[in-house]
């Protein structure tokens, strides 16, 4: 949970600071391999299947908000990697899509770690 903030308040940064191009690149590529990554770290280090299965937690509404948001947030990802990648070959009529889907990400992200502050066990 306090990586996920931690990415978060960077990725917060990236945003505020886009014109530093270098700082803005690393930050994001950073933020979404973290974000790629966290559920192969759930899968190998948690006990989903007990979770998931054992306990019935698979038909819980929060579960699913929180999947319909991982979702939401990875196809985000792919929008925001097509137009960066359009604006570093310096084409620029994509500039206003890329910062309205950078608006749209840092709210989506904020709802997965708040669904997912709320499903974790202590």
């Known amino acids: 949970m306090w990586a996920a903030l931690a990415t978060y308040a960077l990725m917060l940064a990236a945003f505020r600071y886009a014109k530093q191009r270098t700082f803005h690149v690393l930050v994001m590529i950073s933020v979404i391999l ?3 990554g966290m559920p192969i770290y759930l899968y190998l280090y948690k006990d989903w299947y007990r979770r998931l299965i054992v306990e019935s937690e698979l ?10 948001m991982l979702v939401m947030m990875y196809a985000l990802y ?5 137009t960066a990648l359009r604006l570093l070959r310096c084409d620029n ?5 890329h ?4 608006r749209a990400v840092l709210l989506v992200r904020a709802l997965v770690i708040f669904t997912g502050a709320l499903l974790v066990e202590s």
């Open 99 to 102: 910062r309205a889907q950078g």
């Open 59 to 68: 038909t819980s509404f929060l579960v699913w908000i929180h999947f319909m």
């Open 93 to 97: 009529s994509v500039r206003i899509d």
């Open 78 to 82: 792919v929008m925001q990697v097509k």
């Open 34 to 36: 973290f974000d790629l």
